[in-house]
């Protein structure tokens, strides 16, 4: 069989086994192809006249294992690989943490600029729940002169997250922060805070397909209407934040339920290539108490 013919017939099976799909790639053909490449140890980026490859009969057999473990096991293609993308930059995943997903690929490089009064003015960032550290990595790289905090409960996935921090050779201004929130931080204050936290309804996680309840849960449930952590960091960033400061959080489906609590503090909504609209950032004068912002 051609590499190509393999890729066809996994395609197929995605179908037969009804696998979810989100967490890797939007669709079977982008993902069955990825896994098969990085069986074969090809470059993700190969020709297409690599699809005309024949297989000997062990790299077959090595790519049949992969998709049982996917589509039988339902193991996530990242776990599988060990590895996830996002903006670009390559990311060691396991079980202990989230697969990289989230919007501020699109939104840090081009929107969130005019909101500052310049990268250089960034000297302290923080990403809370960070996870594998990607976004943390994300605002190290945008912010090339910040000291970056990535906060998360989780000691498993800070271990995932160090692994990060020193592939991308970040050690020297991104430190790792085990914390409910921002309760165990060390005072400070910053200039950009970030959040992608776990914002789904603890019933939608319930009912989530088998390769979704594999990522952990603790990086996902919200609470029984999906705003429990965001209610704390909005509130808790009101003391963190620098008078020039600004929030931003990631709420997927939840905009309507934020606009209906914190629509007071004007929140702006960017806009994503999907449509979805789903992050939002608050200036730090808008987080202050009305009083104290009279006074000022």
């Given at each position: ?41 090809l470059p993700l980026d190969s020709p297409a006249a690599v699809l005309g490859r024949k297989l000997s009969a062990a790299e077959s057999a090595a790519i049949g294992g992969v998709f049982r ?39 840090l490089e081009s929107q969130v600029g005019p909101w500052l009064p310049g990268p250089a003015a960034v000297a302290r960032a923080a990403d809370v729940c960070t996870g594998s550290g990607c ?18 409960l989780s000691e498993a996935a800070l271990e995932v997250a160090g692994l990060n921090v020193a592939r991308h050779r970040l050690s020297g201004r991104l430190r790792l922060l085990r914390s ?117």
């Open positions: 069989m051609t590499l190509g013919g393999w890729l066809r017939r996994a395609e197929r099976m995605y179908g037969e086994h009804g696998a979810a799909l989100g967490q890797t790639a939007a669709n079977a053909r982008d993902e069955a192809l990825y896994l098969i490449l990085s069986t074969l140890r473990r996917r589509l039988v096991d339902r193991v996530p293609a990242a776990y599988i690989t060990g590895e996830a993308w996002l903006g670009g930059l390559r990311f060691r995943v396991d079980e202990r943490v989230l697969i990289p997903r989230s919007y501020f690929v699109e939104i976004l943390a990595v994300l605002l190290a790289r945008r912010f090339r002169g910040a000291r970056v905090d990535g906060i998360d409910n929130l921002f309760a165990s931080v060390p005072p400070t204050r910053y200039d950009v805070i970030l959040s992608n936290p776990p914002y789904e309804t603890s019933a939608h996680v319930d009912a989530l397909p088998e390769e979704f309840r594999r990522e952990p849960r603790l990086a996902l449930d919200g609470g029984p209407d999906g705003m429990g952590l965001i209610r704390r960091i909005v509130r808790q960033s009101a003391q963190r934040l620098r008078p020039h400061g600004i929030l931003m959080i990631e709420v997927g489906g939840l905009r309507d339920a934020f606009e209906g609590e914190f629509g007071r503090l004007q929140p702006h909504w960017f806009h994503t290539e999907d449509g979805s609209d789903c992050v939002c950032l608050i200036q730090a004068a808008r987080l202050r108490p009305r009083h104290a912002r009279a006074r000022s």
